[in-house]
């Protein structure tokens, strides 16, 4: 590739360019972006800070939860040459995507990471068992794959351990101080990850759920992935 620098535009161009025997000159590569060229905004001071300080809450979820989410493999402790880690592992499910649960049209989704980069909300049914734990996990890890492109900081919580207080909750797993969190809120999107969703008339389950509702709506930046169990399939 072709590196530029534009300092008065603060943006930096690379062209990519793809060799293919026996042409006499390279061509431009127009399958890594359009016109082979991809543009990236050199950021300014503030924002560098806000990534230096994103980069450090990735770097604490990669250092004390991605081998707890490979340990729940079931290779993971054998002493076998088998693949052991989720990313290895992981085999996509069938997933269909309606916007309404009652809605007779469905789509199927065929790449998790367009889940990730829609801004809207998500509710995963399945079966137990059918691998939705898993599934979250496998977003958790697509959300620290820089090449994603995705900037969403994972945070996972099982609704059956929500406190009086979820806030709490992303501290624990983000391990920074109350205020810390809330300021991440704020600043950061933020991927709240939670597993095992109940609906009851049971005012704790109620009171889960406000708490869950209350944070979208405090902190606009806060996407919201969970998943439900259903008794059968479809």
């Not at 309404?100 to 801004?119: A, F, G």
């Not at 900081?153 to 920074?176: E, Q, T």
């Not at 209350?214 to 169990?229: F, G, M, Q, W």
Request: charged residues 25%.
């Amino acid at each position: 590739s072709i590196v530029d620098i534009d300092f008065l535009g603060a943006k930096i161009y690379s062209k990519f360019y793809t060799y293919n025997f026996p042409d006499s000159e390279f061509q431009v590569n127009t399958n890594i972006a359009k016109d082979g060229i991809w543009v990236i905004e050199l950021p300014k001071s503030a924002e560098i800070e806000k990534e230096i300080e994103r980069q450090g809450l990735i770097k604490t979820i990669r250092d004390e939860h991605v081998s707890k989410l490979d340990s729940q493999m079931l290779t993971f402790s054998t002493d076998t040459d088998a693949p052991k880690t989720l990313i290895e592992l992981f085999v996509q499910p069938k997933l269909t995507l309606k916007t309404e649960i009652d809605s007779e049209n469905e789509e199927n989704v065929d790449d998790l990471t367009n889940i990730l980069k829609d801004k809207g909300n998500y509710l995963l049914f399945g079966t137990k068992e059918s691998g939705k734990t898993v599934l979250l996990n496998k977003l958790t890890l697509d959300c620290l794959n820089s090449v994603n492109g995705v900037n969403y900081i994972p945070v996972n919580v099982d609704f059956a351990k929500i406190s009086n207080d979820i806030i709490s909750n992303i501290r624990d797993y983000l391990l920074i101080s109350k205020i810390a969190t809330k300021e991440a809120l704020e600043t950061h999107q933020i991927l709240l990850l939670v597993d095992n969703l109940k609906v009851s008339t049971d005012f704790v389950d109620l009171f889960k759920i406000k708490q869950i509702t209350d944070l979208v709506e405090t902190y606009p930046k806060v996407k919201i992935i969970a998943t439900y169990n259903v008794l059968y399939g479809n």
